[in-house]
């Protein structure tokens, strides 16, 4: 009999891929915002602080314990 613990991580797991997807779009428009305009401070600053949050979730993502090795 599958646990609700199984969907549980599976859900996070698709929550976590579709934040890191956003997050990539919006570090992809920084990049441009900054491209555009290299004297830009504020564009700068956005891509600053998009970019670590972005790579943690990915980090994250990659790191999660897959299904079978959470402990019971």
């Given at each position: 009999?599958?646990?609700?613990?199984?969907?549980?991580?599976i859900?996070?797991k698709?929550i976590?891929?579709?934040?890191?997807?956003?997050?990539?779009?919006?570090?992809?428009?920084?990049r441009?915002?900054?491209?555009?305009?290299?004297?830009?401070?504020?564009?700068?600053?956005?891509?600053?602080?998009l970019?670590?949050?972005?790579?943690a979730l990915?980090?994250?993502a990659?790191?999660?314990?897959?299904p079978?090795?959470?402990?019971?």
């Open positions: 009999m599958p646990s609700s613990h199984s969907s549980t991580t859900s996070i698709s976590q891929a579709e934040a890191c997807a956003y997050g990539a779009k919006c570090v992809a428009l920084a441009v915002e900054v491209r555009d305009d290299p004297s830009d401070a504020t564009a700068k600053r956005d891509l600053g602080s970019a670590s949050p972005v790579g990915r980090m994250e990659s790191n999660s314990p897959s079978s090795s959470t402990p019971r």
